[in-house]
């Protein structure tokens, strides 16, 4: 199941002298579900009404529920550095689109992600699907931290550049039919949790669905074989396939008995890019830094710590997700890091009634936002 290990930065390897492993059964599994250009209003528990989204509505009815959650970019590899380092893309040097096969515009070696600040905890790290954020061995994600690693290089679409698949640190031949990725990550996922059942694991689970070329198994299409256009029909079975296999995960979870002790995130990377894609009456959609374009779903369930059924207005962003589970896997957020993002533990408890009063920033191209309060 190991992908092997590829180069590691000087980051990387003098940080298991800042943190010693710390194994203990109260580790929390981390699983983060990153779903891709769905926008803030698609899941049922945000008001959606294109088609039901019982299991992401559970997650909710389990969990912490952020109304103004926001992802750190409006498009996926911004959004996704932001994610897993914590850190705004201004420090990163990535604010737009990156051309993956271009070292210069891959996510650079001196940025250490959130699979390497958990190993030296002891946690097992995967990730299953895209990884958009550099294509070249020494930056694929076994390189970053990711123990086991397979999935796309970048989006799943036509062409040879569309069908880009890695495992470890070898590009594979594409192990999917119909640009539909969704049974295949899942099985591979499934392998990963089964196979470290017995230690604390950390799975990014970073899916292709909604970002087109949309689609879903023959199964999901029939279903809505009525709907009078094809772009429709496509659409509402790619998100309830979706939901489904979340559904499925969390299934998973339970009947290996890890589910009250995993800390599950459910996020996209970014807003709409559909105009099937719902967000209520946000402005704007993903590529912009409207509301529509960076405001996110979030939900959070750790059934062993955290309650059920919990909303939140709070401002947050995805860079408060990388202290918040360091946190909770028993680390220490150091100084030195540079984090722009916040432990949300704190607030998801009650131990406080609101977040300290801050300021949230945008960059992209020529493009600025910022909000206060």
Request: glycine share 10%; net charge negative; hydrophobic share 40%.
């Amino acid at each position: 199941m190991n992908s092997g290990f590829g180069l590691k930065s000087v980051v990387y390897g003098c940080l298991t002298a800042v943190l010693p492993m710390m194994v203990s059964a109260e580790q929390p599994n981390i699983l983060i579900i990153n779903v891709d250009d769905m926008g803030w209003g698609q899941p049922g528990c945000y008001g959606g009404k294109l088609v039901p989204t019982p299991h992401m509505d559970a997650l909710a009815a389990s969990g912490v529920r952020f109304t103004d959650a926001y992802a750190s970019g409006s498009v996926c590899t911004p959004s996704r550095i932001g994610l897993l380092t914590g850190r705004y893309q201004a420090r990163t040097g990535h604010d737009a689109l990156t051309v993956q096969s271009k070292p210069e515009s891959q996510m650079m070696l001196s940025e250490v992600t959130l699979a390497q600040r958990l190993k030296p905890l002891g946690y097992a790290t995967a990730i299953v699907g895209k990884w958009h954020l550099g294509e070249e061995p020494g930056f694929l994600p076994a390189s970053r931290g990711f123990d086991y690693s397979v999935g796309s290089v970048a989006n799943v679409s036509e062409g040879s550049n569309g069908k880009r698949f890695y495992r470890g640190l070898e590009l594979i031949a594409d192990p999917v039919e119909n640009f539909n990725t969704l049974p295949f990550y899942q099985q591979e996922a499934y392998q990963f949790i089964e196979a470290n059942r017995a230690k604390p694991w950390f799975l990014y689970f970073s899916v292709n669905n909604v970002h087109g070329p949309v689609t879903a198994s023959e199964s999901y299409l029939e279903r809505f074989s009525n709907e009078p256009a094809i772009p429709v029909q496509k659409y509402k079975a790619c998100i309830t396939e979706l939901d489904d296999v979340i559904g499925a995960m969390m299934a998973k979870l339970r009947d290996l008995k890890l589910e009250e002790n995993t800390m599950v995130i459910f996020l996209s990377d970014n807003g709409k890019s559909s105009d099937l894609g719902e967000q209520g009456d946000l402005r704007g959609k993903k590529w912009t830094l409207w509301e529509g374009g960076i405001r996110t779903p979030l939900i959070i369930q750790w059934t062993k710590r955290l309650p059920k059924g919990k909303v939140l207005p709070d401002p947050v962003i995805q860079l408060d997700l990388l202290p918040s589970i360091v946190t909770a896997a028993g680390g220490q957020v150091l100084p030195e890091w540079q984090l722009d993002g916040v432990n949300l533990l704190p607030l998801m408890e009650g131990q406080v009634d609101q977040l300290e009063p801050r300021t949230l920033y945008w960059r992209f191209g020529p493009q600025y936002a910022i909000r206060q309060g």
